[in-house]
């Protein structure tokens, strides 16, 4: 079982999009171990990677509030009007 925690800082560039740290395995305790018994046959398995990830994104949202707001129009939404 690991742990994993993340932070968000939203008003990057006037709020044009959120910023985002994340980081997962931070204990470094994800690991298996394992053994396996059977009739004249016996293995043990141990294996260790490192599991800790770190993650930096940053979503740019282009064009202004009105954009967003706004409801695009599909194919969809078009054939709807002609049918009636």
């Known amino acids: ?14 709020e044009r999009g959120p ?11 994800t690991k298996t171990d394992a053994y396996t ?14 599991t800790r990830v770190g993650t930096l994104s940053f979503t740019y949202r282009f064009g202004g509030p009105q954009v967003s707001s706004s ?3 599909g194919a969809a939404d078009e054939e ?3 049918a009636g």
């Not at 079982?1 to 006037?14: A, L, N, P, Q, Y």
């Open 37 to 50: 018994k059977l009739t004249g046959y016996s293995e043990q398995f141990y294996q260790s990677r490192d």
């Open 71 to 73: 409801r695009r129009v």
């Open 80 to 82: 709807k009007r002609r």
């Open 1 to 14: 079982m690991g742990v994993s925690f993340g932070i968000t800082k939203t008003d990057i560039r006037e």
């Open 19 to 29: 910023l985002k740290l994340s980081v997962s395995d931070v204990f470094y305790a």
